[in-house]
């Protein structure tokens, strides 16, 4: 494989990446449109899509990346196994930090910023200081109702992580539907960055 041959397959796995983008830009649409009409659970289905679609991406880059480190191979008869070691080392190191890729891609937080100002326009969104955001502010008839049910929450449980409270039932069936042992489930609140696992769960 020579030098050519190799930048035509990394110009590939490129446009690769540019149609992830599209779709990825698609699923954003469509989550702002269940939170239109306050359907969170859709808008959560959107994120899961979009992260895995966040895992895909970064394993092309690794593909890309492990392609261009072949130029600086010699030996042809050495190119299968050192694209081989170069990628397995790269797509450890992914997963190890898989989660902190997913939380900070900019699709997913402009995922979370277009969702959170459909409702709260005029409002800062939540980030880093979402515990104390939560504390001052007044509390409202919103503050009782269960953002996966929409109904009074029955027998609460809070976030110890953002603060949000859930009925018990609802919280604990997103979490056995969208939670994976690699990607806990987000929580269901419309543009909070947070997650939402059973040790996380207190009364309230």
């Known amino acids: 494989m020579n030098t050519a041959e190799i930048q035509s397959m990394v110009a590939k796995h490129t446009s690769m990446l540019d149609r ?3 779709t990825m830009n698609y699923y954003i649409d469509i989550a702002v449109a269940h939170e239109t009409v306050g359907n969170s659970s859709g ?3 959107q994120l899961e899509l979009l992260s895995e679609y966040v ?20 030996q042809p008869s050495t190119l299968a196994k050192t694209y081989e070691n170069q ?28 969702v959170w100002n459909v409702k709260h326009a005029d409002e800062p969104m939540p980030g880093q200081e979402e515990e104390l955001i939560i504390a001052t502010q007044p509390v409202t008839e919103r503050d009782f109702k269960c953002p996966l049910t929409g109904a009074m929450l029955e027998n609460p449980v809070k976030n110890s992580k953002c603060g949000h409270r859930y009925t018990k039932s609802a919280i604990l069936n997103h979490i056995n539907q969208t939670g994976t042992g690699r990607k806990p489930a987000a929580c269901p609140v419309a543009g909070c960055r947070m997650q939402v696992t059973r040790d996380v769960l207190v009364p309230d």
């Open 20 to 22: 992830l983008s599209m």
């Open 43 to 45: 808008v959560s289905k």
């Open 55 to 74: 895992v895909l991406e970064q394993s092309i880059k690794n593909h890309m990346e492990s392609l261009s480190s072949l130029q600086k191979v010699s």
């Open 87 to 114: 990628f397995s080392k790269l797509e450890e190191a992914s997963k190890k930090k898989m989660s902190s890729i997913c939380h900070s891609h900019k699709k997913v937080t402009d995922l979370n910023q277009k």
